[in-house]
């Protein structure tokens, strides 16, 4: 009797652990809530650093404001009957940069969007973990001015300086330690550049940072010359938005991507758009030059870490 009550118990417990312990070995990771993900704080020094970008990007647009880039959409001139139209095409397919038509009348120069791109190729990532070095790579080699095709450091030598390998991934602050190094006396690196972490947040109080994103790009693209380097889940399935080159919903712990260029001015739509350079096309995504709007790039950044590399 006593063997047979021991038998029952052991078996009453062990269907108990199997109920109970299902439901917590089959949970879906990305059950958890959308922006639970976290680095570790800025150190004070790492802040000012960051501060002092963000007021060198402010006073850069300011200048491009007093310049009257943003009023040259507003500078077309409307042909006359017997003139052909001005034929602006621009490429609805995200896969590819925008294309503009150099207009014959050149007092319709005016009527392309502003915009700006940088010269950087894609390069597909080596590993599943290795979407910041590849990062690394792009940025390094358009740093180097290298010619196309060619690869200024390989990507294990850019793991290595960004810890990947060691930590399994690659966080904000060890991805501009890389950076760094792989474009340290690069001859498009500008003088004094220094890499810098930023937290991306509504410095305005209008409830969007889409606006301050794209500001930002506006600067490190048109004025300094250099890409960013952003961080974001590529397709979480619980979240509105996601990369053109993640088409079907994944499970990521996040994935980096290359800023490149930008289009349009910021109107709190979808108008504005940044461009960008993936390279995950055995890890689900796809390897290439792609774009989405700005507006919705935001809210990827702010779903992840809510930081970036610029």
């Known amino acids: 009797m006593f063997a047979r009550r021991m038998a029952f118990a052991i078996l009453t417990a062990t269907m108990l652990a199997t109920v109970v312990a299902a439901p917590v070995m089959g949970r879906d990771p990305m059950t958890r809530p959308i922006g639970t993900t976290v680095e570790r704080p800025l150190t004070a020094a790492e802040r000012a650093a960051s501060e002092r970008r963000i007021a060198e990007a402010d006073a850069n647009l300011r200048a491009m404001a007093d310049s009257g880039q943003e009023l040259l959409p507003l500078a077309c001139v409307t042909p ?31 009527c ?38 060619a690869n200024k450091y390989t990507q294990a030598l850019i793991a290595g300086w960004m810890g990947t390998d060691a930590n399994g991934q690659t966080n904000a602050t060890s991805l501009e330690i890389g950076l760094e190094r792989s474009t340290a006396n690069a001859p498009r690196r500008p003088a004094g550049w220094d890499w810098v972490v930023t937290d991306l947040r509504d410095r ?65 739509g979808d108008t504005a758009r940044a461009y960008y350079t993936d390279s995950s096309r055995d890890e689900g995504g796809a390897t290439g030059k792609f774009w989405l709007p700005t507006r919705h790039l935001a809210a990827l950044i702010g779903e992840h870490t809510g930081r970036f590399v610029w």
């Open 204 to 268: 305005d109080g209008d409830r969007a940072s889409g606006d301050e994103l794209h500001g930002y790009i506006r600067s490190n693209i048109s004025v300094a010359r250099m890409p960013m380097a952003i961080p974001v889940k590529p397709h979480d399935r619980f979240s509105q938005f996601f990369l053109p080159s993640w088409p079907r919903a994944v499970n990521s712990v996040g994935h980096w991507i290359g800023i490149y260029g930008w289009l349009g001015l910021w109107n709190g």
């Open 80 to 110: 006359q009957s017997t003139s052909a139209p001005l034929s602006t095409t621009a490429r609805l397919s995200t896969t590819a940069p925008v294309s503009t038509t150099a207009p014959a009348d050149p007092r319709l120069a005016g």
């Open 112 to 149: 392309a969007p502003p915009q700006g791109f940088l010269s950087m190729e894609a390069r597909d990532q080596q590993f599943g973990h290795y979407c910041g070095p590849a990062v690394g790579q792009v940025v390094a080699n358009y740093a180097w001015n290298m010619a196309p095709g």
